[in-house]
């Protein structure tokens, strides 16, 4: 297995990656065990996005005491997580610290941080737009969904808490990302794709993840240009002087990624231009001397499966992004049309890389029972995969 890998991602570490998770080579047999395992409950509505209509939402993640999920109140979308509309003055910054200096106890006049040891809970504040999902065709990043927030809420509490969450059964789950690099020494450059309204991104900023001396993580979240404007403003308005590196937002379109990749073979310097370009924020690197970006340590993608007309350029964009043998990809998919995920797996197994023609992909699934938080143990499938050199 790949160092990296192993290392990025400690759910595939050992004897957890042989209980737990699985290599992908025959998208039949995979797609028949996911739809086995993590089928989707039948009472789940909707496609996926939080169906609040308020263009500003309080994402709340509680990092200890959480009630079973029977006992949430509607708010709630997964046991400890909840979303609610909120008034712009509420997410006002001085407003909010102020809110902060005012919760005393009763007795010693104690802030109530410091008497619990800790935070209690996790606050992101995040704009969206539902005129826009409903009026453009093809807009749904304009929305917050589900899955970011699961995911965020995971990694958020597996890091805070400094031990491992539990799965259903009570068995430890292995951190899904390990930003320290299991202890290493070693800044991070993330990538993400289709980061809607980047409310994955603003919940890990607004955690103590990345604050300073917690170690060096360039997180830069992109998608179209047209949602560009409203990606700035969610990552820009959890940027503050205690984090290590602030967030940032690129415009991304996969389409023109998959043009300069049908070029490579007439044209082989419209790809590396395209490639430099979105590694431009994460500076310069010496892999090798002919490359001249410092390619990602991780690319994430977070419910981009579900158009099979992006098919061919998502899978174009995520290989071209990824370093052979050093890039970990983290994918998180809902599962909706169990053809549609074949045709999206089947082609992620055979696709390859368009200027290294003997990488090909490792894919790593891991079972939804293991991730670790009741959202996310049924209806989505995680997978982790790099390239490998043949």
Same mark, same amino acid.
């Given at each position: 297995?790949?160092?990296?890998?192993?290392?990025?991602?400690?759910?595939?570490? #050992?004897?957890?990656?042989?209980?737990?998770?699985?290599?992908?080579?025959?998208?039949?047999?995979?797609?028949?065990?996911?739809?086995?395992?993590?089928?989707?409950?039948?009472?789940?509505?909707?496609?996926?996005?939080?169906?609040?209509?308020?263009?500003? $939402?309080?994402?709340?993640?509680?990092?200890?005491?959480?009630?079973?999920?029977?006992?949430?109140?509607?708010?709630?979308?997964?046991?400890?997580?909840?979303?609610?509309?909120?008034?712009?003055?509420?997410?006002?910054?001085?407003?909010?610290?102020?809110?902060? #200096?005012?919760?005393? %106890?009763?007795?010693?006049? @104690?802030?109530? @941080?410091?008497?619990?040891?800790?935070?209690?809970?996790?606050?992101?504040?995040?704009?969206?737009?539902?005129?826009?999902?409903?009026?453009?065709?093809?807009?749904?990043?304009? =929305?917050?969904?589900?899955?970011?927030?699961?995911?965020?809420?995971?990694?958020?509490?597996?890091?805070?808490?400094?031990?491992?969450?539990?799965?259903?059964?009570?068995?430890?789950?292995?951190?899904?990302?390990?930003?320290?690099?299991?202890?290493?020494?070693?800044?991070?450059?993330? $990538?993400? $794709?289709?980061?809607?309204?980047?409310?994955?991104?603003?919940?890990?900023?607004?955690?103590?993840?990345?604050?300073?001396?917690?170690?060096?993580?360039?997180?830069?979240?992109?998608?179209?240009?047209?949602?560009?404007?409203?990606?700035?403003?969610?990552?820009?308005? =959890?940027?503050?002087?205690?984090?290590? %590196?602030?967030?940032?937002?690129?415009?991304?379109?996969?389409?023109? =990624?998959?043009?300069?990749?049908?070029?490579?073979?007439?044209?082989?310097?419209?790809?590396?231009?395209?490639?430099?370009?979105?590694?431009?924020?994460?500076? @310069?690197?010496?892999?090798?001397?002919?490359?001249?970006?410092?390619?990602?340590?991780?690319?994430?993608?977070?419910?981009?499966?579900?158009?099979?007309?992006?098919?061919?350029?998502?899978?174009?964009?995520?290989?071209?992004?990824?370093?052979?043998?050093?890039?970990?990809?983290?994918?998180?998919?809902?599962?909706?049309?169990?053809?549609?995920?074949?045709?999206?797996? #089947?082609?992620?197994?055979?696709?390859?890389?368009?200027?290294?023609?003997?990488?090909?992909?490792?894919?790593?699934?891991?079972?939804?029972?293991?991730?670790?938080?009741?959202?996310?143990? @049924?209806?989505?499938?995680?997978?982790?995969?790099?390239?490998?050199?043949?």
């Amino acid at each position: 297995m790949l160092a990296a890998a192993a290392e990025l991602v400690p759910a595939l570490r #050992s004897e957890y990656a042989a209980q737990h998770s699985r290599r992908v080579e025959d998208a039949d047999e995979e797609i028949f065990l996911l739809y086995s395992l993590s089928r989707p409950d039948p009472g789940r509505r909707g496609l996926g996005h939080v169906e609040i209509w308020s263009d500003l $939402l309080r994402v709340t993640v509680k990092l200890r005491d959480i009630e079973p999920y029977h006992q949430q109140d509607d708010s709630a979308i997964a046991p400890g997580v909840s979303v609610e509309p909120v008034d712009a003055a509420e997410a006002d910054p001085v407003a909010r610290r102020s809110k902060v #200096s005012t919760q005393k %106890t009763g007795k010693g006049k @104690k802030d109530v @941080k410091a008497k619990q040891g800790g935070p209690s809970h996790v606050e992101a504040y995040i704009w969206q737009s539902q005129t826009s999902l409903r009026s453009q065709r093809g807009n749904t990043g304009s =929305v917050m969904w589900r899955s970011s927030i699961l995911l965020g809420a995971t990694m958020v509490r597996q890091h805070v808490n400094k031990a491992p969450l539990v799965n259903a059964s009570g068995d430890p789950v292995p951190s899904l990302l390990d930003w320290t690099c299991n202890g290493a020494s070693r800044d991070l450059c993330v $990538l993400e $794709l289709g980061a809607g309204t980047g409310v994955l991104s603003a919940i890990l900023h607004s955690s103590t993840i990345f604050k300073a001396g917690q170690g060096t993580v360039t997180w830069v979240a992109t998608d179209q240009e047209a949602l560009l404007l409203l990606l700035r403003k969610n990552i820009n308005f =959890v940027c503050d002087a205690s984090l290590q %590196t602030s967030p940032q937002a690129m415009a991304l379109d996969w389409t023109q =990624v998959r043009d300069a990749v049908q070029l490579t073979k007439r044209q082989p310097s419209a790809l590396r231009t395209v490639l430099r370009d979105i590694h431009a924020p994460f500076g @310069k690197h010496s892999l090798q001397d002919d490359l001249p970006f410092r390619p990602a340590d991780i690319v994430v993608a977070v419910d981009c499966i579900f158009n099979p007309s992006l098919f061919p350029a998502f899978l174009d964009t995520l290989t071209a992004l990824c370093h052979p043998e050093f890039t970990v990809v983290f994918v998180l998919v809902e599962l909706r049309e169990q053809a549609m995920m074949h045709d999206f797996l #089947s082609a992620w197994v055979e696709h390859r890389h368009p200027t290294q023609e003997s990488a090909q992909w490792a894919i790593w699934s891991i079972e939804g029972s293991a991730l670790g938080l009741e959202g996310l143990q @049924k209806g989505y499938a995680c997978f982790v995969a790099y390239l490998t050199l043949t």
